[in-house]
């Protein structure tokens, strides 16, 4: 395989809540005890591949202080850049499709040949239970010689799935999602929620606060989606600012105006540059373009000002009736296209 296949950006992380597995891995190693297998195990979410990629860059790191590695020497440099030789990230070709006897052979490779910058050879295999049966005892011939320096880190989500002679093979880290007080801390602090919504969105989750992150996202995709279609239904007069803003006040209302305010700069790119200025919602260009052609700058200038007014209110909490605002500022936004 191309070597630029097997890299990819290192998101190497330590989450707080792994603190206890982190130290311990550390002074395994650092005691050169740390075993050619490891064996990740727990729920999607936690943080687990981010683990997985610190410790490869710590064991790879030529000079670690404090038990983390250096991001200065050689190898931490390629780490953090085009990617590391010593590195080899295998995962399956298509999400959810089995890790194949071929892949598995072309590891085997890797994991005996020497490492060309001097020191670990690390492969990070996510997920283990994707390996079918015959990958499965492939890797177990490798497990069995793994020749010197190597150190292969299985990641799993589903430790009943993996085949009991790899786990008897693999020293065990278990995770487990953090405790209440520290996951709704972690996200208060990076993700703006206040702890009520963090400790909402950490019950649909079980927990996992890299999977609340990731449900947050997908929710705001598919809101902002149904806030598109509903701004072009209001400019084509299909629905009224009333009905728009009475489905929409309960949702994220920053999150809605922050996309207003997009919409609204790529309207005044338009407006300045025609239809081949480079603007950011390809999606609806469509619809900014004939915008952009109905209004005038004033009104854009006058409604940007609105939003930016409002968006500051939100986030401070100051806006009494977030309906009305609502409805206030679709009209505007209808009557951008109104001929007086
Ligand atoms: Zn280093």
């Known amino acids: 395989m191309d070597i630029a296949e097997r890299y990819h950006a290192l998101d190497a992380q330590v989450y707080p809540w792994f603190e206890a597995q982190w130290q311990r891995v550390v002074k395994l190693h650092d005691s050169q005890h740390l075993p050619h297998a490891l064996l990740i195990n727990g729920m999607p979410g936690l943080g687990k591949q981010a683990f997985a990629e610190a410790l490869a860059g710590y064991v790879i790191c030529h000079q ?6 250096c991001g200065q020497c050689r190898s931490c440099q390629l780490l953090n850049s085009s990617g590391h030789p010593d590195l080899y990230f295998l995962a399956p070709s298509d999400s959810g499709k089995a890790i194949k006897v ?22 990070i ?10 990958a499965a005892n492939a890797l177990l011939k490798t497990l069995e010689e793994p020749g010197n320096d190597v150190l292969l880190i299985l990641i799993t989500h589903q430790l009943g799935q993996v085949m009991p002679t790899i786990k008897s093979r693999c020293q065990r880290v278990d995770c487990h999602p953090p405790q209440l007080a520290q996951a709704t801390q972690w996200m208060v602090e990076h993700l703006e929620l206040s702890e009520e919504e963090a400790a909402q969105l950490l019950d649909v989750v079980h ?7 990731e449900f947050k996202e997908a929710g705001h995709r598919a809101l ?14 299909k629905s009224t600012p009333f009905e728009v803003a009475a489905s929409f006040h309960k949702e994220d209302v920053e999150a809605l105006l922050s996309w207003l305010q997009g919409l609204l700069a790529d309207v005044s790119r338009i407006k300045v540059g025609g239809a081949a200025a480079p603007i950011r919602n390809r999606d609806v260009q469509k619809m900014l373009n004939s915008v952009a052609k109905y209004t005038s700058k004033d009104r854009i200038f006058t409604l940007v000002d609105t939003v930016q ?3 500051l209110g939100v986030a401070r909490r100051q806006n009494p009736n977030k309906q009305l605002m609502l409805e206030r500022i679709l009209i505007d936004w209808r009557d951008l296209v109104r001929t007086e």
């Open 207 to 213: 927990g996992a606060p890299l999977a609340a992150i």
């Open 224 to 237: 902002r989606g149904k806030f598109l279609v509903a701004l072009k239904e209001l400019l084509q007069d």
């Open 102 to 123: 071929d892949q598995i052979r072309e590891l085997s490779d890797f994991m005996h040949s020497t490492a060309q910058q001097g020191g670990y050879r690390v492969v």
């Open 125 to 134: 295999l996510n997920p283990a239970e994707a390996m079918n049966t015959s």
């Open 64 to 69: 670690p202080r404090d038990g983390r590695a």
């Open 309 to 311: 007014q409002e968006r």
